[in-house]
């Protein structure tokens, strides 16, 4: 394992003797030798933090390290090897492995070689399957592992019905056609579609902690942000900044999104306020609430995960007193939201659990009157996302493109939706970045 400090390249006895570089005698955070589970290296880490952060230069919570750490430590081996390409690999390979190995018996040995290829491949039909049910990957991966099954199918059927035909080989017709009906109808079988496509996670968060606790002892961390501190203590504002407002608003549903966004700067760099319906930053909430509702013309972005409480966070801005009741500002619902989940290309990480389905239920008819049925069914299965499964520099550019794409809410260019019928202030983004 190489060290973070000066690149030298430490074997398992230089670690393990002293545990520190053998070179300039930095200490080592990991021993993946000595790790259950997950295992884990000093460069693997580091690269990690370097990359969530990009290249330290911008705040991140744990979450989104923990989400990052999880996404690269998901087995491998299966998807190299369960491909086409892959099967055709292991077939030549071991089939003439088993060929020459069977080869001196004669009648029997032909017999011998069909049954041990048909366990490989069935080995292999199977291996394909359990992937395509798996929730270590996620819902577009299990389709993949599907599209396969099928393929892998009828390249068998075409294989033994071309050698049959060639030499008259009716046992190797009959392995070939079970397996390749078997993997068409196992790749045919419905894959758990959305809304039931959550994936789990790989690293325990106990384990995770562990490592950040000895990262943070060891080396530096000066990108990952604290939890928020809840204060009660009111900052004095001068007067003549006070006396301006903002154009608009970023509420977000937790008080970890609104730390993350304000450490980063998006405040200063959209003039705007960010805050979180828990009342964080708050030692300047009151003040800045004054500010905003100064403004006739503010807009309000609502920026929350796509869990039951995070979906009733506009309808809470609209009728709790605290927030924007009886007010001309327009309130935009930037995401996370079902519809924006299941329309996405791109992989989400699906969580699911029974909480969240007990949640969806209870959900008001106020708020379930934005929702589709489909979105519906969605949340009551127990699935949610959360906003910190995105790296800081993708949740950062999704919230601008959101906020750049609402500057003009009546052109036709716009991607807002306006929902709550006619004479309503409420618009959502149709999609997710």
């Not at 384990?207 to 809840?230: A, E, G, Y």
């Amino acid at each position: 394992m190489k060290c973070i400090k000066c690149g030298t390249d430490n074997k398992l006895k230089d670690r393990t003797s002293r545990g520190r570089c053998m070179r300039c005698n930095h200490q080592f955070a990991f021993e993946p030798t000595r790790m259950t589970g997950v295992k884990i290296t000093d460069p693997m880490f580091a690269k990690a933090i370097d990359d969530v952060s990009v290249n330290d230069t911008l705040f991140f919570t744990p979450r989104q390290l923990f989400y990052l750490l999880d996404k690269r430590s998901k087995p491998k081996i299966s998807k190299a090897l369960l491909t086409v390409p892959g099967y055709l690999f292991l077939n030549v390979c071991l089939g003439i492995f088993v060929a020459l190995w069977t080869a001196g018996i004669s009648f029997e040995g032909n017999i011998v070689w069909i049954l041990i290829m048909f366990g490989i491949n069935s080995l292999l039909i199977k291996q394909t399957f359990t992937a395509s049910r798996s929730s270590t990957y996620p819902y577009q991966e299990r389709q993949k592992f599907a599209k396969k099954l099928q393929i892998w199918g009828v390249i068998v059927l075409v294989y033994g019905i071309g050698v049959n035909l060639l030499s008259s080989s009716f046992l190797l017709f009959l392995a070939s056609s079970i397996l390749g009906m078997i993997s068409i109808y196992l790749g045919n079988l419905k894959v758990d579609k959305q809304p039931a496509n959550n994936q789990g996670f790989t690293i325990n968060l106990n384990q995770f902690q562990d490592w950040i606790d000895t990262w943070v002892r060891i080396n530096s961390l000066t990108k990952l942000l604290p939890s928020p501190r809840d204060t009660n203590e009111n900052v004095a504002v001068n007067p003549d900044v006070s006396a301006y407002s903002f154009d608009r608003v970023v509420v977000c549903d937790r008080a970890e999104i609104a730390q993350f966004l304000i450490a980063n700067n998006f405040h200063f760099e959209h003039n705007c306020a960010v805050l979180s319906i828990t009342g964080y930053p708050q030692s300047i909430f009151d003040t800045t609430m004054q500010m905003l509702r100064r403004n006739p013309d503010l807009k309000v972005y609502a920026l929350h995960d796509c869990t039951p409480r995070g979906i009733g966070l506009v309808n809470h801005l609209r009728t709790s007193p605290n927030w924007f009741p009886d007010s001309s500002a327009i309130i935009i619902d930037i995401g996370l939201l079902p519809r924006q989940i299941m329309a996405a290309d791109s992989n989400m990480f699906v969580l699911n659990s029974q909480s969240s389905a007990q949640d969806a239920r209870e959900l008001s008819p106020a708020i379930r009157q934005d929702l589709s049925a489909e979105e519906s069914q969605w949340l009551e299965s127990g699935n949610y996302v959360e906003l910190e499964s995105f790296s800081p520099q993708r949740l950062i550019q999704i919230l601008n493109l959101g906020i750049a794409g609402s500057r003009d809410l009546d052109s036709d260019d716009s991607s807002l939706i306006l929902v709550g019928g006619v004479g309503s202030s409420i618009y959502v983004v149709d999609s997710f970045g």
